[in-house]
């Protein structure tokens, strides 16, 4: 879905925005002013996020992207900077967990995790970066976890690809960084979102007791940062990695 195009306005991709965190992320951008395209693997959530971004004002552009897919993924980023003329801001924050003990985790799951979260962003990054170094401006914020500096029993393969992240994150601003170009990482603690919802009620009373603020974030809790980032107060921050998480990791 896509509405007429603004010359002026920023332009912000997000990926994995038909819910959660990147919902949030999508639309505290799209009230901030940006334009947006957004993707995520399902046409119908895709196409329902983008009806209700649209009513924030601004463009907005959905598209069904499986940032794993190399190819994908460099053709949607191409495309939104060529279908907008500008892109200004890219939040790589699609993610997926496969949970399971080291002794028992199938290649699959320990695969498909580092592919979809860890892959994507130097697919993502590394399109966003021609038209980005064009205009000497960019702001590239990853969504990392706390588990990537805490580790987590039975999440070596979600850890890994946020630890690969944080470690991405570093290396692209020192090569980026001349041109304009910020790059940072948000580490969430626990948010309430789908990812979080199975946990049940016992697990999540036993997280609260281990969170000074005493309760899981919001996704709104994230967006507010990323939105910090990609507008002028960020401007002087790079290669770091924000943690937000309610003081459970300090
Ligand atoms: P979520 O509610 O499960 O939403 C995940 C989003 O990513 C959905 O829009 C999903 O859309 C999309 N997605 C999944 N696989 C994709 C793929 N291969 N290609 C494109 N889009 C894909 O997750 P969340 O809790 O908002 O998490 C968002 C990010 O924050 C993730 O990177 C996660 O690791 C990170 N994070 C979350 C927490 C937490 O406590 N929730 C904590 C730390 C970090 P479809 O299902 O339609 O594809």
Same mark, same amino acid.
């Given at each position: 879905m896509s509405e007429g195009m603004s010359e002026h306005k920023p332009v912000a991709i997000v990926t994995g925005a038909s819910r959660g965190i990147g919902? $949030?992320?999508?639309?505290?951008?799209?009230?901030?002013?940006? @334009?947006?395209?957004?993707?995520?693997?399902?046409?119908?959530?895709?196409?329902?996020?983008?009806? *209700? #971004? #649209?009513a924030c004002g601004g463009q907005v552009s959905a598209h069904v992207v499986d940032v794993s897919d &190399?190819?994908?993924? *460099?053709?949607?980023? !191409?495309?939104?900077?060529?279908?907008?003329?500008?892109?200004?801001v890219l939040v790589n924050?699609?993610?997926?967990?496969?949970?399971?003990l080291a002794m028992?985790?199938? &290649? @699959?799951?320990?695969? %498909?995790?580092i592919d979809t979260n860890l892959s994507s962003v130097f697919?993502? %990054? !590394?399109?966003? #970066?021609?038209?980005m170094m064009k205009a000497r401006f960019g702001r590239i914020i990853n969504i990392s976890s706390v588990v990537a500096s805490m580790g987590n029993p039975g999440q070596l393969n979600y850890?890994?690809? *946020?630890?690969?992240? @944080?470690?991405?994150?570093?290396?692209?601003? !020192?090569?980026?960084? %001349?041109?304009?170009?910020?790059?940072? &990482?948000?580490?969430?603690?626990?948010?309430?979102?789908?990812?979080? &919802?199975?946990?049940? @009620?016992?697990?999540?009373? %036993?997280?609260?007791? !281990?969170?000074?603020?005493?309760? #899981?974030?919001?996704?709104?809790?994230? $967006?507010?940062?990323v939105l910090f980032l990609a507008a002028d107060s960020g401007a002087y921050i790079t290669g770091q990695v924000l943690h937000i998480n309610g003081g459970m990791y300090m």
């Open positions: 919902f $949030a992320v999508a639309e505290t951008l799209a009230k901030a002013g940006y @334009d947006l395209a957004i993707c995520a693997t399902r046409e119908a959530t895709v196409n329902a996020a983008a009806e *209700k #971004l #649209l &190399a190819e994908a993924v *460099k053709i949607f980023v !191409q495309g939104v900077a060529k279908q907008f003329g500008r892109l200004d924050n699609a993610g997926i967990t496969r949970d399971g028992r985790m199938k &290649a @699959d799951d320990w695969k %498909s995790v697919y993502a %990054s !590394q399109a966003a #970066l021609r038209p850890c890994a690809s *946020k630890g690969g992240i @944080d470690a991405m994150t570093r290396s692209l601003a !020192q090569e980026v960084g %001349s041109r304009g170009i910020t790059v940072n &990482a948000i580490a969430p603690g626990f948010i309430a979102t789908d990812m979080t &919802a199975d946990l049940g @009620d016992d697990a999540h009373a %036993s997280l609260n007791s !281990q969170i000074p603020l005493g309760r #899981l974030g919001s996704p709104q809790d994230i $967006a507010a940062a």
